[in-house]
C-alpha cells in the first residue's frame, strides 16, 4: 500500500501528539514529535544559561547550535521513540512546566527552527511518516497527503496539562499552567517566523468534549480516506 505523510498541528495540549502516536502505531509509521526537539533545544539554552527568567540571550544559542544533536530512540516498553540531546535520553526533563514556560521564546528565533525544520524534513522523506507541531503542515510538509488542525479551549487544555502534570507528582498550580497555555498561545501565533496557523487544506478538530478513543476514530476515518484516494 501507498505510504503518505500525516502532519498534525495544532495547539498546546491539544492531544496531538497522543494521536499522532496511536495513528502511527497503527499505520506502523515513523512517528515524530517536532515540538520535543524545540523542547530539547530549550533544555540545551538552559542548562547553559543562556535564557532564565530574567534574560535570554539568543546569539548564544544560535551559536552553539551546530553543538546541538537531537535524534528518537524507540522504547519497546514504553512504546514510543524517546528524545535524546546530544546522545543523552531528556524526555521527562523536557516535559516540565519550566521548559514549556520557555520554549515558544525559543521556537520565535530563526535560525533554531531552520535547523529543526531541516532535520524534520530529512525525516520525513520516505513518506511513511506522522508528525506532530505547529508548523508541519505549513511549513515542514506543505505538500502533506493529509493535514490536521487541533484545538480545543484553553480552559480545556490547561486542564489535561495539569492533570498530567499532578499525576506525574510535579507540584503547580492549574492558574499557573492556565497562564502558560494561553501564554503560549498567543506567542505561537503571533512569532514572525512560521506562526501557528491552519493551512488551507487542513481538516479542523475540535477535541474539547471528544474521548481519547473518539479522537483516534475519528483521525483514523481520515486517514483512510486519504489512503483510499490515492489507490
Known amino acids: 500500500m501507498q505510504k503518505i ?8 495540549s491539544t492531544g496531538k501528539s497522543t494521536v ?22 530549550t533544555l540545551y539554552a538552559m542548562q547553559n544559561k543562556f535564557i532564565d527568567a530574567n534574560h535570554f540571550d539568543r546569539l548564544g544559542l544560535v551559536s552553539k547550535l551546530p553543538e546541538i544533536t537531537i535524534h528518537f530512540t ?36 530563526p535560525e533554531v527552527r531552520y535547523q529543526l525544520v531541516k532535520q524534520q524534513q530529512q525525516m520525513g522523506k520516505d513518506k511513511g511518516v506522522v508528525m506532530d507541531g505547529r508548523d508541519i503542515g505549513t511549513v515542514v510538509f506543505p505538500y502533506a497527503e493529509l493535514k490536521i488542525f487541533m484545538t480545543a479551549s484553553a480552559e480545556t487544555r490547561a486542564q489535561r496539562r495539569y492533570d498530567e502534570l499532578i499525576g506525574r507528582g510535579d507540584d503547580v498550580s492549574f492558574k499557573d499552567v492556565l497562564h502558560n497555555v494561553q501564554e503560549r498561545d ?27 478513543e473518539e479522537q483516534f476514530d475519528k483521525v483514523l476515518k481520515l486517514v483512510t480516506m486519504t489512503l483510499e484516494d490515492k489507490e
Not at 516498553?77 to 523536557?94: H, S, T
Not at 498567543?186 to 481519547?212: F, G, M, Q, W
Request: aromatic residues 10%.
Open 5 to 12: 505523510t500525516i502532519a498534525i498541528d495544532g495547539f498546546s
Open 186 to 212: 498567543y506567542i505561537d501565533s503571533h512569532r514572525e517566523d512560521s506562526p501557528l496557523v491552519k493551512a488551507e487544506d487542513a481538516v479542523e478538530i475540535d477535541n474539547s468534549n471528544l474521548s481519547l
Open 74 to 109: 524507540f522504547n519497546s516498553e514504553l512504546g514510543f521513540a524517546e528524545v535524546y540531546l546530544n546522545n543523552v535520553n531528556i524526555e521527562k526533563q523536557i516535559r516540565t512546566l519550566e521548559v514549556s514556560s520557555f520554549v515558544s521564546q525559543v521556537s520565535t528565533i
Open 20 to 41: 499522532a502516536k496511536q495513528i502511527a502505531k497503527h499505520l506502523g509509521y515513523i512517528y515524530v514529535d517536532s515540538g520535543a526537539m524545540y523542547r530539547a533545544v
